[in-house]
């Protein structure tokens, strides 16, 4: 998706509003809805430890099936343009650190709340998803806060390329823990991510998977801790000491 002015048809969100002008609602009512639905956008924030974060989604996630080749790739339908507690709870985690000039990495990144949380923190982040329209979003949402962030498209099953931008001293990922693919995937994948000294951030709503995927962190990884969030259902995974 080539990056366009995100502007005029977004509208305030219910998790919070954004300071700068939003169209009134006498305007919005005279408009018509973009042919785009990736134009038709939500504006919202959500506040951290340390402050309060700017964000813009698509309206209808649903829409997207008819812009996007989902049919090319049932695995992946467009999650990306949700925003999901875990990464709400992810970001807010992650502002609770200092990471100045650390190596960061999300994977999945989606809307990259992460992504923005740890480089308002001062952390150097590269935030990858398998969707460049997810990866547009990321750049235009870490804009809206001051900062900035890398970003690349990124297949787990195929990413030599990422693991030679590494190793990172965090790694980042929310809500992923679903579908045997991912698992396998990602079992393979993050320790060839992360230093020696490095640890990965994961934040998951208790999928149906996610006991496997950490019975086999403990077993490879030397320190794997789960915490509570301020949201019941929603955990995060620290794993530290990567297999060798």
Do not use: K
Not at 78 to 92: K, N, R
Not at 190 to 217: C, E, S, Y
Request: hydrophobic share 45%; proline share 7%.
């Amino acid at each position: 998706m080539r990056r366009r002015p995100l502007r005029g048809t977004a509208r305030e969100g219910q998790t919070g509003s954004m300071e700068q002008r939003t169209p009134a609602p006498a305007e919005i009512a005279r408009q018509r809805p973009p042919d785009d639905p990736r134009l038709d956008l939500v504006a919202g924030s959500v506040e951290l430890q340390s402050r309060r974060v700017r964000y813009v989604h698509p309206r209808d996630a649903v829409a997207l099936l008819y812009e996007e080749d989902v049919a090319a790739d049932q695995a992946y339908p467009p999650y990306w343009a949700e925003v999901w507690p875990s990464g709400v709870e992810l970001a807010h985690a992650v502002s609770g650190r200092d990471w100045q000039g650390v190596a960061a990495l999300e994977l999945g990144c989606g809307l990259a709340l992460p992504s923005v949380a740890a480089a308002l923190a001062g952390a150097r982040v590269l935030a990858t998803d398998r969707s460049t329209d997810a990866l547009a979003f990321a750049a235009v949402n870490a804009e809206q806060n001051g900062v900035s962030v890398e970003t690349a498209v990124c297949s787990w099953g195929d990413a030599d390329a990422l693991v030679a931008r590494g190793p990172f001293r965090l790694v980042l990922a929310a809500d992923v823990l679903y579908g045997q693919r991912n698992l396998d995937e990602l079992a393979a994948l993050l320790p060839r991510l992360v230093t020696a000294d490095g640890v990965v951030w994961i934040t998951d709503p208790d999928r149906p998977l996610t006991g496997d995927f950490l019975a086999g962190a403990r077993s490879r990884w030397r320190s794997v801790e789960t915490t509570t969030t301020r949201v019941p259902d929603v955990h995060l995974h620290r794993l530290a000491g990567p297999p060798g």
